[in-house]
């Protein structure tokens, strides 16, 4: 497939790209002082040298109100020369690079800001920090104008290509647009136009500084999908006035982050947002970008022929893999590694304060100390397993010169991923396995599947070292009374190994068991193409179509003996429980299991609050005591989910009678993608 559209050159101004893709500022808390380093440095090196044609950095900090630890500063001449070896590094790899200069308004949390309350357009409470900001004054606004102009001027002479200037996810330009945030009574409020006033003459300022030359992008929100707050139609009257304005590219992204609409999850398809851009890009004559679960080349080339905008970010699929860009005009994109939409090795660090990895890419964040590295010596490596742990090892250690075998038990290499995959949300994982036979083939890695091996066969098939990464087992457990309520494993379901009947108990409501519920209510609802037909033909109602799409046949409940919906990268879980929330999933935690009948299950559980009951408790400060509930909960399948143990009984057998032997992934302890990631990334370079 060639993508002809995606490496067609444009002008931003007098800035030329060699291609159309671009990658969005992430801030990544690389840098905690501010200024540039080598982990930072040697992170956007790689990108420039994937093929990107324009790469911003930040946000960045200009002024002390302005923003969140970690993110890089140009808050003084100090900061210019770091910056200036770094964009020559960008230059020297071929790539342009751009930084947005950003402040937070009333999103800055004090913590992040040695206590300071927050300035914002008016003193109302933040949704996303819970603080109450302080109104800013006049000149606290023509301070922070002047200081945006002046950090744009630094960026021309740390030799920055491009500037661009944060007016989306309800920041502080964010802030002044909306009349749900922005209730001044001077001439910067009330009206669109006294409200477009602060943004405006922050845009004039730059312009200002960095003469009539220098390109100034602006991101924006393609609708700030928050209810009272500005939508498309203000995103496109805002475009105009900036094209107006003098600016030269508009980056159209999503909503505010306080939004309860994912952004950034598998919730939200591939190039779910361009609709938003499409808008803008018809509105004006200056180049516009595409945001947002844009992962693969040919939504991106798709987006980019039907004219729904001239360039597209991939902030994540860079991060998954920096050369994305490179791999696509080669005509490989196969071998891309995609950005799976978690959000849990990027985004959940940052709620932490912590440097921002890739659950799929073990390198992110780490090239400036994970150097090419090739073995003296290469060896015969048999890998048994071809899960993350057995895949990932293979690729590696050929990639460091090893010659690699994998038998695989089953017919499919990617073991659990099928299992992780099976949410609605979470079908991007499945990548991470078509990528995996891709590579194989690339590499020219042996693999055998539907191989089960025995020992004697294992032990004499002449190999130096052997890896096993067998993964898990999920636990069983017994459960009290007597019944033929048919029993299966969170594994029998998702793999689609079992049907379970209507009314269904699922035992665990950790991630898997959460994950577990959503499949099983999404399995029993209306499908997308039942809804799209119906919508599309309107042949019912649109008031009965909103109805039908929250509802689900089955009936589900979790129980489990904690609470529910632990287990979860912190930040991640929102929209999932969301889901389960919507679809009506009864969710009993510190329960506990009395008895199984023929046709229910009988628990002992604590009857959840109602939002309005803890809102109350919250407001007046007095919480009831917990009621305790015998609930009889009907049901025809019940599905365990309580978690698994290591699969390392091969392991176990072979290590005494091999001399190299490593065991890796689930099958040496129970964890993460990204565990598996890292391990054989590390046991690779050992060897
Ligand atoms: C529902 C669900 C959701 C999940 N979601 C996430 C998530 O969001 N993020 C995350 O980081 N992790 C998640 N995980 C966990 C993650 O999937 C695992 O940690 C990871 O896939 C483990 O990889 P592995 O290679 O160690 O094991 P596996 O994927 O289990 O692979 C083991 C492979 O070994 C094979 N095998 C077994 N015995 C033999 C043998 N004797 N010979 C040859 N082959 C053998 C198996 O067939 C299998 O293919 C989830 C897991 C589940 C079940
Ligand atoms: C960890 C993280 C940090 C981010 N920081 C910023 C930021 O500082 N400024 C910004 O405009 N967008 C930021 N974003 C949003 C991204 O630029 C991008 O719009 C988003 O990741 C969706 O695009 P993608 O699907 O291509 O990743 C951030 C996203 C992530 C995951």
């Given at each position: 497939m060639?993508y002809?559209?995606l ?14 893709i671009i990658m969005p500022?992430i ?19 790689r990108r420039?040298?994937g093929g990107a ?209 994912p952004q950034l999850t598998g919730e939200l398809p591939r190039g779910g947002f361009t ?15 595409a945001s947002n679960r844009i992962n693969d080349p040919l939504t991106a080339e798709m987006t ?8 597209i970010s991939l902030g994540r699929p860079l991060i998954a893999d920096p050369d994305w860009p490179k791999k696509a005009q080669n005509g490989e994109s196969e071998i891309i590694r995609h950005c799976v939409a978690c959000n849990q090795g990027c985004l959940a ?7 921002v990895e890739c659950l799929v890419n073990g390198f992110a964040g ?20 071809a899960g993350v742990?057995?895949c990932e090892?293979a690729v590696q ?15 499919h290499i990617g073991g659990q991923l099928y299992l992780a995959a099976a949410s609605h949300a979470k079908r991007e994982f499945l990548t991470l396995a078509s990528y995996y036979t891709s590579a194989f083939k690339k590499l ?125 990268e912190?930040?991640t ?99 993460k993608i990204s565990?598996a990631v890292s391990?054989a990334i ?6």
């Amino acid at each position: 497939m060639h993508y002809d559209r995606l490496f067609l050159p444009i002008k931003i101004r007098n800035l030329e790209l060699k291609n159309r893709i671009i990658m969005p500022a992430i801030h990544l808390m690389y840098n905690m002082d501010g200024y540039a380093n080598a982990r930072f440095n040697e992170f956007y090196w790689r990108r420039a040298e994937g093929g990107a044609g324009l790469i911003f950095t930040g946000g960045c900090r200009f002024d002390e109100y302005g923003g969140s630890p970690g993110v890089m500063s140009l808050e003084t001449d100090d900061f210019i020369p770091g910056y200036r070896e770094f964009t020559d590094g960008m230059h020297k790899r071929g790539a342009k690079v751009g930084v947005q200069l950003y402040h937070a308004g009333a999103y800055a949390h004090s913590i992040a800001n040695d206590g300071r309350e927050a300035l914002a357009p008016s003193a109302i409470l933040s949704k996303f920090t819970k603080e109450m900001p302080r109104e800013m004054t006049r000149e606290e606004m023509r301070v922070i104008i002047s200081k945006w102009a002046a950090a744009a001027k630094r960026a021309q002479s740390a030799g920055f290509d491009i500037v661009e200037i944060i007016a989306s996810a309800g920041y502080l330009i964010s802030q002044f647009l909306s009349p749900k945030t922005n209730q001044r009574t001077d001439e910067y409020g009330g009206s669109w136009e006294n409200r477009t006033r602060f943004p405006l003459e922050v845009i004039a300022a730059v312009r200002e500084a960095v003469g009539d030359d220098f390109p100034i992008s602006v991101r924006i929100a393609g609708n700030d999908l928050v209810p009272g707050s500005n939508t498309n139609t203000e995103a496109v009257m805002f475009a105009k006035l900036l094209e107006k304005a003098g600016v030269d590219m508009i980056n159209v992204t999503g909503g505010w982050h306080e939004s309860v609409v994912p952004q950034l999850t598998g919730e939200l398809p591939r190039g779910g947002f361009t609709y938003l851009t499409s808008a803008v890009k018809d509105a004006v004559n200056i180049p516009v970008a595409a945001s947002n679960r844009i992962n693969d080349p040919l939504t991106a080339e798709m987006t980019l022929a039907l004219g729904k905008s001239d360039l597209i970010s991939l902030g994540r699929p860079l991060i998954a893999d920096p050369d994305w860009p490179k791999k696509a005009q080669n005509g490989e994109s196969e071998i891309i590694r995609h950005c799976v939409a978690c959000n849990q090795g990027c985004l959940a660090k940052t709620f932490f304060a912590e440097p921002v990895e890739c659950l799929v890419n073990g390198f992110a964040g780490h090239e400036y100390m994970l150097k090419m590295y090739r073995a003296k010596e290469p060896k015969a490596i048999l890998v048994l397993g071809a899960g993350v742990a057995g895949c990932e090892f293979a690729v590696q250690a050929t990639l460091c010169g090893h010659n690699v075998t994998v038998w695989e038990k089953s017919d499919h290499i990617g073991g659990q991923l099928y299992l992780a995959a099976a949410s609605h949300a979470k079908r991007e994982f499945l990548t991470l396995a078509s990528y995996y036979t891709s590579a194989f083939k690339k590499l020219g890695i042996e693999l055998l599947l539907n191989k089960n091996a025995g020992l004697y066969e294992i032990k004499t098939a002449g190999f130096d070292v052997i890896v096993t990464a067998t993964g898990n087992t999920p636990k069983s457990i017994t459960l009290p009374g007597k019944s033929s309520i048919p029993v299966y494993s969170y594994s029998d379901i998702l793999s689609g190994k079992a049907v379970a009947g209507r009314d269904v108990v699922i035992v665990g409501g950790a991630a898997v068991g959460c994950e577990t519920a959503d499949y099983l209510a999404y399995e029993a609802a209306m499908s997308p193409e039942e809804l799209y037909f119906i919508l599309s033909q309107r042949s019912e109602e649109p008031e009965k179509v909103l109805e039908m799409v929250d509802k689900t046949r089955r009936n589900i409940a979790i129980v489990d003996i904690a609470k529910i919906g632990t287990g979860f990268e912190q930040g991640t879980a929102w929209p999932l429980l969301k889901e389960l929330n919507r679809f009506g999933v009864k969710q009993y935690s510190y329960a506990k299991i009395l008895e199984l009948t023929e046709r229910t299950v009988e628990i002992e559980a604590v009857e959840p609050k109602t939002r309005e009951q803890k809102a109350k408790e919250r407001e007046s400060g007095i919480v009831e005591p917990e009621k305790l509930l015998h609930l009889s909960l009907p049901c025809d399948t019940i599905v365990i989910a309580a978690g698994s143990v290591p699969n390392n009984e091969l392991y176990n057998a072979l290590k005494s009678d091999i001399h190299e032997i490593y065991n890796i992934g689930d099958s040496f302890e129970v964890g993460k993608i990204s565990d598996a990631v890292s391990q054989a990334i590390e046991l690779a370079r050992k060897l």
